[in-house]
């Protein structure tokens, strides 16, 4: 039973008036204040009833309203706290009332375990320089002082919490980062380039743009307001640097990406592609998916019926006859009569008249591939989207025997499961070689611009732990 004097206060709160609610982030705000705050790795919301009870809830309404009281917020929301006692992992939850609760891992992380992590801004330039020591509290920590309704209680869980949670490691302060993706699988039967230092060998624009604004370290953004480096993965625009200090890249295809609703901004690398080719890559957030032509579009994800790069442009020449043949009454255009399209390239005169080309042969290879889907998530979430029958109809293209240099890895998950600008990079350099049938000269190298500068700072940073 919450006291009296409590439940006064706590009615003064969702008293305020509200306008309708306006996303930003993991947390969605009105004019009072917070409404509800969304877990990372859960589907629900951590909401306050009128009663001042912490709760979750797939859907949030008005009457949910933490009312923040600080002034700007430099941490994602998360569902639990994870670190390593005596070889042991263990988590840090809050209570249906507010107040934290440590133990062995459980299911219970993923349901009802919503905190809000503590950070000071002194320990955040400490994280920016590669040092990770644990801080507690401090004058400017910020905290949800509505979460717990006993301001006496507040500072000694919100101390309890900061004191216990052991400090997330560099790769997650890198604003950039994400979880891992979809894409690719290890047969060994396929024959493919596999490079054992990939990001070693890469024609990238200098780095020394990216340099200067990691030793001013993190910038509020023009439009969201938010903390950011280098760029905004809320609002997909610069942060601290100029368009014309980055690469502007144009792809071959259009990249669609459909990103998973509980996948985090803050850690996809799809950002990456949407900010280095903005004309041609486009995200999307499911369920919204848009409207394909099955016949041009394929979709990269690992699967029983998947194919390889080398094989798509003929599947989905075959799929377009059949599919004429069934559903038009137009006659059918002839087609080019062989067995393995991957020594040589078609023209569409090719196409028309029964006869090969090997000199000019990308037109018709690129009408016949107009879009590129990936699917954005980590590989635990991929099921939701993969099985969605708008995309059962695509052609699946699976990527082979290529390995992630991704610094977040996936417990139990083989290093050939790819973040997703690794996916999109390496998908296009075979299409490159193998559909347009021209040499790989870094032509999409920069889609790693950032992904690559970032490996170098995580490493560096691990090196200097180690030693």
């Not at 999109?424 to 490159?432: A, E, K, S, T, V």
């Amino acid at each position: 039973m919450v006291p009296n004097h409590r439940r006064q206060r706590q009615h003064q709160w969702d008293s305020r008036s509200h306008q309708l609610p306006q996303h930003s982030g993991d947390q969605t705000v009105s004019e009072g204040g917070i409404l509800a705050i969304k877990g990372v790795k859960s589907q629900y919301y951590i909401c306050m009833s009128k009663a001042g009870q912490l709760q979750g809830k797939r859907i949030y309404n008005e009457n949910c309203n933490f009312k923040e009281v600080f002034l700007e917020n430099y941490f994602n929301a998360y569902s639990s706290a994870k670190w390593t006692k005596n070889g042991k992992e263990m988590f840090i939850a809050l209570s249906q009332r507010g107040r934290p609760l440590r133990g062995k891992k459980t299911r219970r992380e993923h349901v009802a375990s919503h905190f809000i992590p503590m950070k000071c801004r002194d320990e955040e330039r400490q994280q920016d320089e590669g040092k990770t020591e644990p801080r507690g509290m401090g004058e400017n920590c910020h905290s949800l002082q509505a979460a717990f309704p006993d301001k006496r209680s507040t500072k000694k869980s919100l101390s309890d919490v900061t004191a216990t949670m052991e400090c997330q490691n560099q790769e997650r302060n890198l604003d950039s980062g994400c979880c891992d993706k979809t894409s690719a699988s290890t047969e060994a039967s396929d024959i493919c380039e596999v490079t054992e230092q990939p990001l070693q060998s890469l024609k990238l624009a200098s780095h020394a743009v990216l340099e200067e604004a990691q030793q001013r370290g993190r910038l509020k953004c023009s439009k969201c307001g938010g903390s950011r480096k280098f760029f905004c993965y809320t609002c997909c625009s610069l942060v601290g640097v100029t368009r014309e200090e980055i690469p502007l890249i144009k792809l071959p295809v259009k990249i669609d990406i459909i990103k998973h609703p509980n996948e985090t901004d803050g850690k996809s690398t799809a950002i990456h592609a949407k900010i280095l080719a903005p004309n041609d890559v486009t995200i999307y957030t499911y369920p919204c998916i848009p409207d394909f032509e099955k016949d041009k579009v394929v979709m990269v994800f690992p699967g029983p019926q998947a194919v390889s790069v080398q094989d798509m442009i003929q599947c989905l020449h075959d799929q377009s006859n059949s599919r004429l043949h069934h559903t038009s009454y137009e006659p059918m255009k002839k087609r080019l009569k062989c067995d393995d399209l991957r020594g040589s390239t078609c023209t569409e005169e090719s196409f028309q008249t029964g006869s090969s080309d090997t000199t000019k042969g990308s037109e018709p290879r690129q009408r016949l591939l107009q879009r590129v889907v990936f699917i954005d998530s980590t590989w635990n979430q991929t099921n939701k989207i993969s099985t969605d029958e708008r995309l059962q109809d695509l052609l699946q293209v699976e990527l082979k025997m290529r390995k992630t240099c991704f610094w977040r890895h996936q417990k139990g998950k083989p290093d050939s499961y790819l973040a997703t600008i690794e996916a999109i990079y390496y998908f296009l350099r075979d299409y490159h070689k193998y559909c347009l049938g021209q040499e790989y000269d870094g032509e999409y190298d920069n889609l790693l611009f950032f992904y690559s500068f970032l490996h170098s700072v995580v490493n560096k940073a691990k090196t200097e732990r180690k030693t």
